[in-house]
């Protein structure tokens, strides 16, 4: 996963899992289609006094001890296994969880000669809730970055032939549970993890220009029409 949407239009999307001021706040924001590294994308976190926010954050996680508000390795999701061990999350795992709310997220299909990406959505139509960490990083001049990773794990919700690997979801208090650090281990988020009911259809490769974000990144493709070659900048989008 290295690109994903946040396109909802209506609140009763997010159904019941977040207060109904952050679901208004994330249906009346403007729509995002092709959010990837390094690109602002709404947020929920919880504050140290405890209060539910909305916040634009940047998408892949800089340490707090990063001397640069960048960091040489690909931040932009973390392997729930490894996680709470390594040293760029496991900071982050212990103290700032979050939810990232998405329509949808593309992927690539590598049995197809060449790859080509999919579109990955509720079946109902709903949005999704994908468990996360952030961070904020601070400069010696008073500069200041909040940023954050989603957290991945096999998921075998995910349509063939893409491989069965994505992020985590939640919904409902576990939602809430999650944000407040009452779940605090792996296999204590696996086993509360919301498994939705997903399908997928081919997009066309202009996802992978960073500079295009509208509505159309989201219409059907047929793969046997060609479509544009992704760029080599966005050669890291596909390591799914």
């Not at 390094?38 to 996680?61: E, Q």
């Not at 390795?73 to 990232?100: G, N």
């Not at 579109?119 to 949005?127: C, H, M, N, P």
């Not at 500069?143 to 919904?171: H, K, M, R, Y």
């Amino acid at each position: 996963m290295r690109r994903f949407a946040q396109a909802i239009a209506d609140r009763d999307q997010l159904a019941e899992s977040i207060p109904e001021a952050i679901a208004q706040a994330i249906a009346d924001d403007q729509d995002r289609y092709n959010i990837g590294k390094g690109k602002p994308a709404n947020v929920i976190a919880m504050t140290d006094n405890r209060l539910v926010v909305l916040i634009d954050m940047v998408w892949g996680l800089v340490p707090r001890w990063s001397k640069e508000p960048t960091t040489h390795y690909t931040t932009v999701t973390a392997r729930l296994e490894r996680a709470p061990k390594s040293r760029i999350f496991a900071q982050a795992w212990k103290e700032r969880h979050c939810l990232v709310p998405m329509s949808g997220y593309f992927k690539w299909d590598r049995q197809r000669k060449p790859p080509w990406p999919h579109f990955i959505q509720t079946r109902d139509g709903s949005a999704l809730l994908a468990a996360g960490l952030w961070e904020r990083w601070e400069g010696e001049d008073g500069t200041s970055l909040l940023s954050f990773a989603v957290l991945t794990a096999p998921n075998l919700a995910i349509p063939s032939p893409l491989t069965q690997d994505g992020p985590i979801f939640l919904e409902g208090k576990n939602a809430i549970r999650w944000l407040t650090g009452s779940i605090s281990s792996p296999r204590s988020l696996l086993r509360h993890a919301h498994v939705p009911s997903l399908e997928s259809y081919t997009v066309g490769r202009a996802i992978a220009k960073a500079d295009v974000d509208d509505y159309t990144l989201l219409e059907p493709v047929d793969p046997a029409e060609k479509g544009p070659e992704p760029t080599d900048e966005d050669e890291d989008w596909e390591d799914d």
